[in-house]
């Protein structure tokens, strides 16, 4: 069974930066898109950032600059890092990935608390 568990969160103040990691475990056969979401209290899941195998990134609108999507295909890792974090960024950070096993299967992490204070 496939397992993501995310790290790197917590309490940081307006400003500060922040390195989200998140590791895939089981029997994976291959990753195609990694990325991160976030879902704050009373809104909707959005997109954060998501990167495709081959290196390809795209990020929310309003990361303005501010956040960097990394993979590492061979110790199976998409990390996030985080700058100029500001009150709006808190939420709870949530990992995906699309793995095969060989079938393809959606998986999300548990999810990693980030709260910024202003």
């Known amino acids: 069974q496939v397992q993501l568990v995310e790290s790197g969160g917590g309490l940081v103040q307006a400003g500060g930066s922040l390195n989200l990691s998140c590791v895939a475990s089981g029997l994976i056969f291959s990753i195609s898109d990694m990325a991160w979401y976030r879902q704050a209290p009373g809104k909707q899941r959005e997109l954060v950032a998501r990167i495709g195998r081959d290196g390809w990134e795209n990020y929310g609108d309003f990361v303005k600059g501010r956040f960097k999507i990394s993979r590492l295909n061979a110790k199976k890792t998409v990390t996030l890092q985080m700058n100029n974090l500001k009150p709006e960024d808190t939420a709870a950070y949530l990992c995906?990935?699309?793995?095969?096993?060989?079938?393809?299967?959606?998986?999300w992490g548990q999810g990693t608390q980030v709260t910024v204070s202003s």
């Open positions: 995906f990935m699309k793995i095969y096993t060989p079938e393809k299967e959606d998986s």
